[in-house]
């Protein structure tokens, strides 16, 4: 089908619920991708932060393709070998207990939150339910991980929202002092602000989250959804700020572009989630988590310094440029956002667009550059060069 003919069938079938650019994609290699009349887009979205290992790796598609033939589901009421396999890569690279997998994102991010709930109950009984969050979270887009979000652009329209979420600014270790009152039984952080705008948490605000967590048996919950999965330069974020989480939900880069999301729990939270209390139909899928463990394998330590490496040379190129727009580069790793001023960055990520290349936006005054882990040097330098040349355009 041609774009125009996909772009109808769309608008005429399918709810409209994104601010779509108008591209139609329809195949990738590497980290280029193109629409079906062949032009050529470098990818700087990974999707949104999900091919990890770029578009048309073999070993991930062998792997994939052998697990759908050879057993595409089975009921969690069985076990089967694949997310076994993966827990086990999981928790040995994380030094976490053990593994909830879910579907993606924000049921991730649900399950995590039952968690921190039930390990309250048990311990407290009932009373002591409330999770604090930060302004400028993002956590999802259920009615109870929208409530959890701390943006007030989320809360409309699906009233009542989930109760027992209060949200405070982030990097200010006063603030959430003072919120801290009986109730509260976990305080759930993003390392780096994804949706929010990029911005990274301070390594001594995280200490002392971290510090007051254990000081008043408050789980530490981190939101890795986006930053996990080699994104920031280490597997998890968490491993870059000198704190262990409670729990970590993941999902975005897990599997290399399959939905597929989950939780990992440290000793103390291992147990309680028990049988009964939390499941999910597809959750650990097959396929999936053969997948992912492809993922895991290709991310090893030589890979994610790369990540590093590739995020300096990003940084140092755009320093280098001579434009009045930007205002600075900020994140970790592959993560990387870049304030701009006096120009809207959903303008600049339109012509972006219309120029060759993909690239996102993120809060109100930020791109965002989310490329394959796995980006080559050359596709780095093609992208930037559309960057530059939109900014040199203005
Ligand atoms: C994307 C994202 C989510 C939601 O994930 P979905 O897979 O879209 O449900 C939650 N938290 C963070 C930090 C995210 O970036």
Same mark, same amino acid.
């Given at each position: 089908?041609?774009?125009?003919?996909?772009?109808?069938?769309?608008?005429?079938?399918?709810?409209?619920?994104?601010?779509?650019?108008?591209?139609?994609?329809?195949?990738?290699?590497?980290?280029?991708?193109?629409?079906?009349?062949?032009?050529?887009?470098?990818?700087?979205?990974?999707?949104?932060?999900?091919?990890?290992?770029?578009?048309?790796?073999?070993?991930?598609?062998?792997?994939?393709?052998?697990?759908?033939?050879?057993?595409?589901?089975?009921?969690?009421?069985?076990?089967?070998?694949?997310?076994?396999?993966?827990?086990?890569?999981?928790?040995?690279?994380?030094?976490?207990?053990?593994?909830?997998?879910?579907?993606?994102?924000?049921?991730?991010?649900?399950?995590?939150?039952?968690?921190?709930?039930?390990?309250?109950?048990?311990?407290?009984?009932?009373?002591?339910?409330?999770?604090?969050?930060?302004?400028?979270?993002?956590?999802?887009?259920?009615?109870?991980?929208?409530?959890?979000?701390?943006?007030?652009?989320?809360?409309?329209?699906?009233?009542?929202?989930?109760?027992?979420?209060?949200?405070?600014?982030?990097?200010?270790?006063?603030?959430?002092?003072?919120?801290?009152?009986?109730?509260?039984?976990?305080?759930?952080?993003?390392?780096?602000?994804?949706?929010?705008?990029?911005?990274?948490?301070?390594?001594?605000?995280?200490?002392?989250?971290?510090?007051?967590?254990?000081?008043?048996?408050?789980?530490?919950?981190?939101?890795?959804?986006?930053?996990?999965?080699?994104?920031?330069?280490?597997?998890?974020?968490?491993?870059?700020? $000198? @704190?262990? #989480?409670?729990? *970590?939900?993941? &999902?975005?880069?897990?599997? =290399?572009? +399959?939905? /597929?999301?989950?939780?990992?729990?440290?000793?103390?939270?291992?147990?309680?989630?028990?049988?009964?209390?939390?499941?999910?139909?597809?959750?650990?899928?097959?396929?999936?988590?053969?997948?992912?463990?492809?993922?895991?394998?290709?991310?090893?330590?030589?890979?994610?310094?790369?990540?590093?490496?590739?995020?300096?040379?990003?940084?140092?190129?755009?320093?280098?440029?001579?434009?009045?727009?930007?205002?600075?580069?900020?994140?970790?790793?592959?993560?990387?956002?870049?304030?701009?001023? $006096? @120009?809207? #960055?959903?303008? *600049?990520?339109? &012509?972006?667009?219309?120029? =060759?290349? +993909?690239? /996102?936006?993120?809060?109100?005054?930020?791109?965002?550059?989310?490329?394959?882990?796995?980006?080559?040097?050359?596709?780095?330098?093609?992208?930037?060069?559309?960057?530059?040349?939109?900014?040199?355009?203005?």
């Amino acid at each position: 089908m041609t774009s125009n003919e996909i772009k109808q069938l769309d608008s005429q079938n399918v709810m409209q619920t994104y601010g779509r650019f108008d591209v139609v994609i329809d195949r990738g290699v590497g980290s280029t991708v193109y629409s079906p009349e062949g032009k050529e887009y470098i990818d700087f979205t990974s999707g949104i932060g999900v091919n990890a290992i770029g578009y048309g790796n073999k070993k991930w598609g062998d792997a994939v393709y052998a697990q759908a033939m050879k057993l595409q589901h089975i009921s969690n009421l069985y076990y089967s070998e694949p997310y076994a396999k993966l827990a086990d890569v999981l928790t040995k690279r994380t030094g976490m207990k053990n593994v909830f997998f879910a579907n993606a994102g924000a049921d991730a991010n649900e399950g995590m939150i039952k968690l921190a709930r039930k390990y309250s109950f048990d311990k407290h009984g009932k009373g002591k339910s409330t999770i604090i969050t930060l302004n400028q979270s993002f956590h999802g887009r259920t009615i109870t991980t929208l409530a959890a979000t701390g943006q007030d652009v989320f809360h409309n329209y699906f009233f009542p929202f989930t109760e027992g979420f209060k949200h405070v600014q982030a990097n200010d270790i006063d603030a959430l002092k003072k919120e801290l009152t009986d109730d509260v039984c976990a305080v759930l952080i993003e390392f780096v602000q994804g949706e929010g705008g990029v911005i990274p948490l301070d390594p001594n605000y995280v200490k002392e989250v971290s510090q007051l967590c254990a000081a008043n048996d408050l789980l530490l919950l981190a939101d890795e959804v986006q930053t996990g999965v080699g994104r920031t330069g280490t597997l998890f974020a968490f491993q870059q700020y $000198d @704190v262990t #989480p409670d729990v *970590i939900s993941f &999902a975005k880069g897990i599997a =290399g572009g +399959l939905p /597929l999301g989950g939780f990992m729990a440290n000793e103390k939270c291992s147990t309680v989630l028990i049988a009964g209390t939390h499941a999910t139909t597809f959750g650990g899928n097959p396929v999936a988590a053969a997948g992912a463990v492809e993922v895991l394998n290709q991310l090893d330590d030589a890979t994610l310094n790369e990540v590093i490496k590739k995020s300096e040379y990003i940084r140092e190129k755009i320093h280098g440029w001579n434009t009045p727009y930007i205002a600075e580069i900020r994140g970790k790793g592959l993560m990387l956002g870049i304030s701009v001023k $006096d @120009v809207v #960055p959903r303008e *600049i990520a339109q &012509a972006c667009v219309e120029n =060759g290349l +993909l690239v /996102l936006t993120a809060g109100t005054d930020a791109l965002r550059m989310l490329p394959p882990l796995t980006i080559s040097y050359e596709e780095l330098d093609k992208g930037l060069a559309i960057l530059k040349a939109v900014f040199d355009n203005i």
